[in-house]
């Protein structure tokens, strides 16, 4: 057999492998949501908080204050997600419901955008589909596709803008250009930091030589911007840029943003290896290509995003979610430099092709857990359902447990409270002395304070200072339900 025919059993190999395992995921990602939207197996207390957003903006309040009338808040997320899931669970009834079908359309709309952009650069229909897939079968963008928070929003919205910034029609190019604008602004008020999408395109324009589309798209994108920071400082009555000022850091040292690169691939590493296998290729991938033509679009947007990704890493409390842009950009590319580079093609269809093969046995691997476990949709009802209703507010360390009962959140987010009571303790003051003096009908934990982690978790990552101690005094242990551990004050223990 010759080499030229060898190369097409390969080729051919290649292609069933993508379309085959293509198929086989799409099948068990169906499979996960469905499941996931009837049990709701990922509620953590960070969706709980993104939740609590949404349920405070459908009662009047856009960003409740670090200490107010209803309670605690402290928040750096921007609002577009939990503003359209609020909006939305007036259709869909319940916000969690109306959160999960957000997150749920704005992945599969990323997949769609995904596949605009690579077609409008050339990309074959074989090499684009492999990077769609490949971009929705990692960890990361599962978690984006299964659980209540903005980054598949923020990043939908990110690669739509690039792909409408490209568009082939000249007659209509300007039009393109500010609704590319348009919705490089949506992506910024779904995340802060989602507007690595807008600086590629700019330095690309920049380095093309395109300086009329790139002051036009510029001018569009920043009164966007300026747009989403003047409804957001309005719409909360001036206290959200106070909030993100004393919340943005996370807490965080320059020494623990020295080691901003460690700690993202350690998070690669330990939390999504399937995004490892694309990453590490893209990467030398999308350098050599970049030295040979330094101008094009998803090499100049992948080391941009990679750059922005390592700087997030800096700040405490930044987890697997934030490597979701740098995921696609890496899929992005790796297809993007095969379908350039003839010596690339086969050995980088190869990659696709292995990386689809691994991230179906991990997906396999997800769904066949996914069956066994139990539903914390049903586990959160009866945990409610025992909790004494005497008018007293209710301290979760999940606030969606406290959403579910129809209550009004007392405490946004234990991590953040954490990290402004430590800036200034005053503000802490109120919930100690709630707890000193039982003012709460319950606190309900997700860790155990009795054990060497679970103190350590409330004393560096949540609640602070002498949390436990407080509770240990005037609280104990009453009953478990899931992963949730009720206590209830000392004077109603039998």
């Known amino acids: 057999m010759s080499s030229n025919e060898d190369s097409k059993v390969v080729s051919r ?14 099948a068990m990602l169906a499979a996960r949501v469905v499941l996931n939207f009837r049990n709701l197996y990922y509620m953590s207390h960070v969706q709980g908080a993104w939740l609590t957003c949404a349920y405070d903006f459908v009662h009047g309040v856009l960003y409740r204050p670090l200490f107010g009338p209803i309670g605690y808040g402290g928040t750096r997320f921007f609002p577009l997600y939990f503003v359209l899931t609020g909006s939305l669970s007036r259709i869909f009834g319940r916000l969690e419901d109306a959160g999960l079908i957000l997150s749920a359309a704005s992945v599969l709309l990323l997949g769609c955008g995904c596949f605009v952009l690579l077609r409008r650069l050339n990309v ?37 803008g690039i792909a409408l910034c490209l568009s082939p029609n000249n007659k209509e190019k300007r039009i393109w250009l500010y609704l590319g604008g348009a919705l490089f602004s949506l992506a ?8 690595f999408g807008f600086a590629s395109v700019i330095l690309v324009w920049t380095l093309s030589r395109r300086f009329e589309d790139m002051a036009r798209l510029g ?30 850091s996370g807490g965080g ?36 290509y970049f030295k040979k033509i330094p101008t094009e679009i998803l090499p100049i947007y992948f080391f941009v995003v990679l750059a922005a990704t390592t700087v997030i890493f800096g700040s ?7 490597l979701l842009d740098l995921h696609v950009a890496g899929v992005l590319v790796l297809a993007y430099s095969t379908s350039r580079n003839p010596a690339f093609a086969e050995i980088g269809t190869g990659i696709l092709a292995a990386g689809l093969v691994v991230a179906s046995l991990q997906i396999a691997t997800d769904l066949h857990y996914d069956f066994g476990k139990p539903s914390r949709r049903t586990e959160m009802r009866q945990l409610v359902e025992k909790i004494p209703s005497d008018g007293r507010p209710i301290l979760a360390e999940n606030a ?25 303790p005053v503000l802490g003051v109120e919930l100690r002395d709630k707890l ?33 101690q407080d509770l240990e005094a005037n609280y104990s242990f009453s009953y478990s339900v899931g992963p949730e551990s009720v206590y209830l004050p000392k004077a109603t223990q039998p």
Not at 13 to 26: E, F, N, R
Not at 129 to 145: G, K, M, R, Y
Not at 188 to 195: C, I, W
């Open 124 to 160: 074959s229909l074989l090499l684009s589909l492999a990077a769609v897939v490949a971009v929705v079968s990692a960890a990361t963008t599962q978690e984006a596709l299964l659980t209540a928070k903005g980054d598949g929003l923020a990043a939908m919205l990110n690669i739509w």
């Open 436 to 468: 000193a003096h039982q003012g709460f009908s319950a606190v309900v934990l997700e860790r155990d304070p009795d054990s060497e982690v679970g103190r350590n978790w409330y004393k560096d990552v949540h609640f602070g200072g002498t949390f436990v």
């Open 188 to 195: 910024f008020a779904a995340k802060l930091t989602t507007v």
């Open 400 to 424: 969606f447990v406290v959403v579910q009962s129809g209550k009004t959140p007392y405490l946004l987010d234990p991590f953040m409270f954490r990290v402004f009571t430590a800036r200034y």
């Open 253 to 288: 040292s320059i020494t623990y943003a020295l080691e901003a690169p460690l700690q993202m691939i350690g998070t690669a590493l330990e939390y999504d290896p399937v995004m490892v296998v694309f990453l590490v290729p893209a990467t030398a991938f999308a350098f050599s």
């Open 316 to 322: 405490r409390g930044t987890l697997s979610n934030h």
């Open 219 to 248: 001018v569009a994108t920043c009164l966007g911007y300026v747009a989403v920071v003047s409804a957001i400082y309005f719409g909360s009555g001036g206290r959200a840029l106070e909030i993100f000022r004393v919340c943005a």
């Open 13 to 26: 190999l290649y292609s069933v492998t993508i379309l085959g395992s293509s198929v086989v995921i799409a």
